[in-house]
């Protein structure tokens, strides 16, 4: 099922750019403020990390464009004396409709494919590979607002709600939950 999602998105997105006006290649990189939504009851604080990846703005017309980019994210969460902290590192694939108002401001809102490229725990000084207990595959919704100025230069403000469980252990489910803050930089047309 995802690898016929995955073609199916694939033939929208070369459809999508042959049909468009234009097409913009950028850089971008940012700030992420993360957390997990656990059912067993358990709070914790949120993560500091970065995240950074390059995207394609395909405009559509002068309102409308969608956005997928590949962004490597540090994600996860921590107790609040610091003295335990999970570490997820993904490379997330957002597929981003975007609204686009005169003047530089856009809302977006899209899907996003998440891939696990590592899973720690951090006990004090002790740290353990926990891949094995988190799911290889993570999906969430973005919301979000950007501004562009009129140099390519811009800041984004997005929060990625996780849809899916991304916990193997089968006692409780844990998604992801994600506030970012960057800059990008979209190339001259």
């Not at 562009?148 to 709600?161: A, E």
Request: charged share 20%; hydrophobic share 45%; aromatic share 12%.
């Amino acid at each position: 099922m995802k690898k016929i999602l995955c073609i199916v998105l694939a033939s929208a997105f070369l459809f999508t750019a042959v049909q468009a006006q234009s097409v913009q290649f950028g850089i971008k990189a940012g700030v992420n403020a993360a957390n997990i939504d656990i059912s067993n009851g358990n709070e914790y604080d949120s993560k500091i990390g970065m995240h950074a990846g390059g995207l394609v703005h395909i405009h559509i017309n002068d309102h409308f464009a969608i956005q997928p980019e590949l962004v490597y994210s540090m994600q996860g969460c921590k107790t609040e004396d610091d003295d335990f902290k999970l570490k997820l590192n993904y490379v997330n694939v957002p597929v981003l409709a975007q609204y686009m108002f005169n003047g530089g401001f856009r809302l977006q809102t899209g899907p996003q494919f998440g891939f696990l490229t590592s899973a720690k725990t951090k006990n004090g000084e002790v740290e353990v590979d926990v891949n094995d207990e988190i799911k290889s595959t993570d999906f969430s919704w973005a919301f979000g607002a950007a501004y562009l100025s009129k140099v390519g230069v811009g800041v984004d403000f997005r929060y990625n709600l996780g849809i899916s469980n991304v916990s193997e252990v089968a006692a409780f489910e844990t998604k992801n939950r994600v506030f970012q803050l960057g800059l990008f930089y979209q190339f001259a047309k």
